[in-house]
């Protein structure tokens, strides 16, 4: 499940970190009759800017499936992908989307990727550093700065003199390449970060490292 407090159509609003930083795997929920219906068993939760957290949640759940139906059932309501659960661990509510039924877990991929950043202010590229992660909540890694290439900023200007468009420096701003490592998981034929942001060269991405942020880098290069 994603948690978030809206519908799927609306794209969903992330949590703010006071909601989910204290939710943790192994942490169970119990019916009137003290037996377990539900338990927590992965939470991956990661930055994605301001005070706003990405949650997804991998919850165990005690059921029931309806034969004439063909449908899973919870709490006497049907567990279908795109409809709301709320859930209660102890004093912790847990509130959001179904995205996934199976009994198998998602399988991740490392994919390399090369990113760019045009005419960003200087300081900004300074603040990239090798070897920068970004990690989710339970300390794993998402995300690893292999290396960095930061030239002056190059753009298309109108020369009175000439009277056509030629390409001139800009010393006042800078343009970065950033060559990242980053953790994916497959749907169909697409590969999506897991922030979902899908592996296409053209498509815009972005990192929430500890103290800089990559904002909407443009992927030119899938390398493996």
Not at 160 to 184: A, F, H, M, Y
């Amino acid at each position: 499940m994603v948690i978030s407090n809206d519908e799927w159509w609306y794209e969903g609003q992330p949590p703010q970190y006071w909601y989910v930083d204290n939710i943790e795997s192994g942490q169970v929920s119990y019916n009137a009759f003290g037996e377990k219906i539900a338990e927590i068993i992965n939470i991956e939760s990661f930055d994605i800017g301001g005070y706003r957290r990405r949650s997804y949640v991998d919850v165990k759940l005690k059921g029931s499936y309806d034969n004439t139906r063909k449908l899973y059932l919870y709490n006497y309501q049907p567990l279908q992908i795109g409809k709301p659960i709320d859930l209660t661990f102890g004093k912790h509510n847990v509130k959001g989307l179904v995205t996934y039924i199976d009994s198998d877990e998602i399988n991740y991929f490392t994919k390399k990727i090369e990113v760019i950043l045009l005419r960003i202010e200087p300081w900004v590229a300074e603040s990239y550093k090798t070897g920068m992660q970004m990690k989710d909540s339970q300390n794993r890694v998402l995300a690893t700065v292999n290396s960095i290439d930061i030239k002056l900023a190059r753009q298309i200007s109108f020369s009175d003199i000439r009277g056509q468009n030629i390409e001139v420096i800009n010393p006042q701003l800078r343009d970065v390449s950033l060559q990242i490592t980053i953790k994916t998981f497959k749907s169909s034929e697409t590969f999506y970060f897991v922030d979902r942001a899908a592996i296409k060269i053209g498509e815009k991405i972005w990192f929430q490292f500890p103290e800089a942020v990559v904002r909407d880098a443009e992927i030119t290069k899938i390398i493996e």
